[in-house]
């Protein structure tokens, strides 16, 4: 879990919503961007990663941005919008484990089996015969 915070840039712009009067007044707002390629804190590979995982979340210009205004001061949206934007990212960095495959034990192929057979029964059963 790597800090990137300084190299992340804020924008502010009204929003909409509870706060009455104080929303047509104040920038509350908060948009975080940052510029995937030019980071300093992660390697060639995990910029490739953070890439792949977060493509449609990144615009053009190979910049991430989330949008933040659930709450009514600027300072608490711009906390909430560093933390998403972190999260975000320490999320995509993780590796998934292979699957190996196994096979089926022998006890539970044969309780297929026996289950399959006492379905064909079952039916084989409700047919009329002469």
Do not use: C
Request: glycine share 4%; net charge positive; hydrophobic share 30%.
């Amino acid at each position: 879990m790597k800090n990137f915070e300084h190299e992340l840039s804020y924008k502010t712009s009204r929003s909409s919503g509870s706060g009455g009067q104080n929303v047509n007044k104040v920038e509350t707002s908060v948009t975080v961007l940052w510029k995937v390629e030019d980071s300093t804190v992660f390697a060639e590979s995990e910029k490739e990663r953070i890439l792949f995982k977060l493509k449609n979340k990144i615009n053009a210009e190979g910049i991430l941005q989330t949008t933040v205004s659930e709450s009514r001061t600027q300072l608490q949206n711009k906390k909430i919008a560093t933390e998403k934007i972190q999260e975000l990212v320490n999320k995509s960095l993780i590796v998934p484990k292979k699957r190996i495959a196994t096979k089926p034990s022998k006890a539970k192929v044969e309780k297929r089996l026996e289950s399959k057979k006492k379905l064909s029964e079952k039916k084989e059963n409700r047919k009329f015969k002469y």
